[in-house]
């Protein structure tokens, strides 16, 4: 037969094969199931391309030598110990299943191998796979692999997809099914199962996590150690929903300058600003302060304060570890102070986990080689130190250029001075500062008139920096407050606004709220001033159920205050909601009511006092323009946000 092209002998009783003469074209043979213990030299078939010797008693593979077309080599169920006798060939797919093969050797010069099946051996080690850049499959299942590093000898294989360790005590390991896929991220099945993506994320992230996750799970473990404690009402709480507490943060590489910046801008704008001091574990310097700098503690101090929930964020530089604890801003807040801190870039992730929103300047040195030369004349960095802080100027780089609006602004502190000069009127935008200081003084006549001016140009030139330097804290907080309003509410959201709004109507009628809002009010809410004659009305003590307010004999603080709540809830909004329509005359008595046409004479006289010395304001207020409302317990200075002055907050131990 010499055109034979395929010959299938399996299932016999044959002890040799090929005794015949070779057919010229001969590409696959089938000689499985048989009783052969012998290959015999297969060099006169030159385009055999496909080779199966399963279930037999062959104990060693040879005379394969000039089978230069062999692709497909079978020698399941035999008795083979070791690989030899595959030199130069070009086999594709090996299967040497069920034998005793104790080690991955002789399969050096396979360069083409895609698919390997080595099941059912006495395997203990995967090196000798290292080298095979194509393989696609490799199944090792029922060996004796058992520990986890011996997938480091198959990590790089490019292209390798499916993978089976079954029954092999390496299985038995806790971390094996997520190790092997972090270590082999290119698999699409592990162990006959498909690997999910969700798998491959978690890996991931156990392993060698992404710089934002190690950021929320550091402010993860400070929540959750601080929810421990006895919790109470922090300083740096404001009053005020949309302007929270301001902090100022440098970040940059090390001893890139941001540390002297920060120095310097405290002692320039020191009612504005004070220095937070991080906690590091990490020897001090020459030349640094204890608390003057950093505070400096033991490893033992500083897990400990950890473990109490006491830092707000922590990361890791080199071999130390620093955090910025709740206390230091804590106290900044309560002398009514906004803080400055510098961080590195992991901390900077962290606290952009937490609810903080304070500004982040990025102080990046753009002359690498000045940087390096500056590092070196210190004298206080090794070389892998100094190597080390260079390479991240590129980190920081990368960081500003990819998430545009990451950082408030950047400066470059190739020089201090001019880096300074920049940060410093920046500063000043940020404040409102930017104005220039009158020349002279005013005219006495022209006093009042002047001042108005003043305000009206100070409100003008912060509405300017504003637009020109959106503040990140409000296209923050306005971004998530959108986000809650857009959300679907459930039933019991929507019951709760209901209840809330009913509590805001009755507060703006004089009635008394339900005892249990009287719990979360920050003060007394003041009713709403009648701006206008023809609108205005007097409340009726009976009716109300709440005195009748004194006002003419309330001070202008309060009045101020009134007219501030009347402008955020204006009375014509509620005028629907009230229970009768007013008189013609515009005074309201209710029958039986002690008051008399002449006392209502008069407290309506003192209500036009009133409304017409503040007719201009409440004419502003009336605009429809943005404008900035201060709120009770905000400081009047035009800091950024406004902050208590000097407050002392009781402690509410829950």
Known sequence: MPYLLELDASQNKLTTFFNFKPPKNLKKVDFSCNQISEMRDLSAYHALTKLILDNNEIEEISGLEMCHSLMHLSLANNKITTINGLNTLPIKILCLSNNLIEKVTGLEDLKILQNLDLSHNQINSLQGLEDHSLLEVINLEDNKIAELDEIEYIENLPILRILNLLRNPVQEKSEYWLFVIFMLLRLTELDKKKIKVEEKVTAVNKYDP???????????????????????????????????????????????????????????????????????????????????????????????????????????????????NRDTVEGIARDGLASCIHMEIEGVRSLKCSYFEPRYILVIPMNKEKYEGYLRRKGLFSRAEIEFAVSRVDLYIKINQKFPGYFDAVINADDLDVAYQKLSQLIREYLGLVEEPAKGLAPTVDVKISHLKHEEHLRKSFASSMNDFLDSTDRNYFVKLWAKLAAKKTPVERDSLCRQHETARQALRGKIPSDHTLLFQRGPVPAPVVSELKQGFVPCQDYFGLPFPQYAEESGKDSQASMKHSVLFPPSLWSKELPSQLPEDGIYTHPGSPVSDSEADKALKALCIKSSSQGKASVQHRKPSVMVISRPGSNTKPSLPPIPHGHNRPVLDI
């Not at 590489?253 to 220095?275: D, S, V």
């Not at 001091?277 to 003057?292: I, K, L, N, S």
């Open 210 to 324: 992404p710089p934002e996750v190690v950021a929320a799970q550091d402010h993860l473990t400070h929540v959750l150690n601080s929810v421990m404690q006895p919790q109470r009402i922090f300083d740096s709480t404001l009053p005020s929903l949309d302007a929270p507490y301001p902090m100022l943060i440098l970040a940059g590489p090390q001893a890139c300058g941001k540390r002297e910046l920060a120095h310097r801008l405290c002692r320039q704008f020191n009612t504005y600003f004070r220095y937070g001091a991080c906690h590091t574990t990490r020897p001090p310097y020459f030349g640094e302060g204890d608390r003057v700098d950093y505070h400096f503690i033991s490893q033992e101090v500083f897990d400990e304060m950890l473990n109490m929930g006491k830092f707000i964020l922590t990361f890791n530089y080199g071999s130390y570890s620093y955090g910025l």
